[in-house]
């Protein structure tokens, strides 16, 4: 991008409210971006069409076995916000982002904390006992769990209901933390693409060479997208996939394609041609 267009992107200052990469999303156009690249993961963007950066924390924290089982809630609760109940008002400031079900350990935590008054470290005791179905500890801890939230004057009945919602999730969990940074790459990376498509394509088969499966995803995408890439010419090619002027191409750019990605072509090969071509 730098190379090209002259703009020195900073990753690590981008709005996290972008529309075009959010609409990139929603399409299903994933190819390249970092942990949505999935057929499955696809079909749930285009399903779930985020629109906001806790979306994607969300998918890639639901996109694992287990989880997956509270995909279609949680596409429900999203598509259908009237849908989303919650089993007592206290629990909608930490369930609201995930559109009623629990998704994170820190949410299992939060709760605990707030219904039982667990402390956070008490309540991540609890959640490694859930996670592990542990039944002495478990046990030891239902009877905790209730007896603090009724202290705290929610009902006997409700405390059970709660006790029995985190249950369920708890062995799900994942970290928030890890799926937000999991997430900050994914961001990352479909923001380039959705600004500097040609430049991310070239970057990205560039990176990819050699490895066929995802050569010939990438390759379909580009004319998916209408970005052209160009056959390899001795006198033009570069080891790398490169970009060349090209009025029929998506920008008007087009991409040549590298000599690395030319199967039996040795570097020592590619060396010689670029160095004859110099000389």
Known sequence: IEKVKGVKVDVSGLPLTDKKV????????????????????????????????GDIVALIALYRPGPMALIPEFVKGKLEPDSVKYLHPDLKPILQETYGIAIYQEQVLKIANVMAGYSLGEADILRRAMGKKSIETMNKEHKKFIEQAVKLNYSESMAEKVWSFIERFAGYGFNKAHA??????????????????????????SAESGKEDKMSLSLEECRNMGIIVLPPDINKSDSDF???PDKKSLGGEAIRFGFTAIKNVGTAAIDNILLERTG
Not at 181 to 196: F, G, R, V, W
């Open 180 to 205: 937000a940074s999991y997430a900050m790459i994914s961001y990352q990376t479909a923001y380039l693409k959705a600004h500097y498509p040609v430049e991310y394509m070239t970057a990205l088969m």
């Open 242 to 244: 490169k970009i060349e």
């Open 22 to 53: 959010f609409d990139m999303l929603s399409r299903g156009e994933t190819t390249g971006v970092f942990q949505m690249e999935s057929p499955g993961m696809r079909r749930l963007a285009k399903q779930l069409k985020p629109d906001i950066f």
